[in-house]
């Protein structure tokens, strides 16, 4: 089974920067597919971007695509994201997740705790 952590959550103003960490154990980022969701209050957990180990594919929500980064380190094993040009409609709770990749929640089965992101103006 795998476990997962997020951490570096915060606040920040807008147009700051962010990033968020997640570490895996039971197995190692490069056999894994890890992605990033946001949860709003009231709405369905939404993708924000993934990376795959096994080949390095990388995707990214159009929301967030050229403030957004992620990256993964098979030393620490690690995939981060790091968040920047924040704005305030990006305050939400973060997760990371295992599974099989894309944007989907269905096709994660492994999530973290979540890690809180705010985002003021």
């Known amino acids: 089974e795998v476990q997962l952590v997020e951490s570096g959550g915060g606040s920040v103003q807008a147009g700051g920067s962010l990033r968020l960490s997640c570490t895996a154990a039971g197995s190692t980022v490069d056999k894994l597919s890890i992605a990033w969701f946001r949860q709003f209050p009231g709405k369905e957990r939404e993708g924000v971007s993934y990376i795959r180990g096994t080949d390095g594919r990388i995707g990214y929500a159009d929301s967030v695509k050229g403030r957004f980064t992620i990256s993964s380190d098979n030393a620490k094993n690690t995939v981060d994201l790091q968040m920047s040009s924040l704005k305030p409609e990006d305050t939400a709770v973060y997760f990371c997740?295992?599974?099989?990749?894309?944007?989907?929640?269905?096709?994660?089965?492994?999530w973290g705790q979540g890690t809180q992101v705010t985002v003021s103006s």
């Open positions: 997740a295992a599974g099989w990749g894309g944007l989907h929640r269905f096709q994660y089965d492994y």
